[in-house]
C-alpha cells in the first residue's frame, strides 16, 4: 500500500523559504521507466494545481509557471522522501500543498492534472504574510 505523508508546512513572512517533506513508503514507478511524484497546492474554492513533478527514475523535473526559478523539487538517494524547496515565497503560494503519486512516468502534456494520481497525502498548511 503506497503511504505518502506530508510535513513542514508552517507560517512564514513573503521573502521567507519554507521545505516541505513527504515520507513516502510502498511505492515504486514502472520498472525502468520510473513513476511521476508530484506537489500540488489547493487554495479554497479553487482546484488543486500541479506545481512540481519528477520523473523518480530520470530525475527529470517540471515546473508551474507560477513557481520556476522558486521552488526547487527532489527526492532523497533512498527515494524514500520527496522534498520541496520553497524560496522567495509570495502570499499568493498561500495553500494547502499535497504530493501525489502514480507508477507511471511524468507526462509534459498533462503531468500537472489532478486525475493523474491515484495516490495522495493529506496535506500540509503553508501561509505566507505580507
Known amino acids: 500500500e503506497v503511504q505518502l505523508v506530508e510535513s513542514g508546512g508552517g507560517s512564514v513572512q513573503a521573502g521567507g523559504s519554507l521545505r516541505l517533506s513527504c515520507a513516502v513508503s510502498?511505492?515504486?514507478?514502472?520498472?525502468?521507466?520510473?513513476?511521476?511524484l508530484v506537489w500540488f497546492r489547493q487554495v479554497p474554492g479553487l482546484e488543486r494545481e500541479g506545481i512540481a513533478a519528477?520523473?523518480?527514475?530520470?530525475?527529470?523535473?517540471y515546473y508551474a509557471d507560477s513557481v520556476k526559478g522558486r521552488f526547487t523539487i527532489a527526492q532523497d538517494n533512498g527515494k524514500h522522501r520527496l522534498y520541496l524547496q520553497m524560496d522567495a515565497l509570495k502570499p499568493e503560494d498561500t495553500g494547502m500543498y499535497y504530493c501525489?503519486?502514480?507508477?507511471?512516468?511524468?507526462?509534459?502534456?498533462?503531468?500537472?492534472?489532478?486525475?493523474?494520481?491515484?495516490?495522495w497525502g493529506p496535506g500540509t498548511q503553508v501561509t505566507v504574510s505580507s
Open positions: 501525489a503519486a502514480v507508477i507511471y512516468g511524468c507526462y509534459p502534456s498533462h503531468w500537472w492534472k489532478e486525475y493523474f494520481y491515484n495516490n
Open positions: 510502498g511505492y515504486s514507478g514502472v520498472p525502468g521507466y520510473g513513476g511521476c
Open positions: 519528477m520523473n523518480n527514475g530520470s530525475g527529470v523535473t
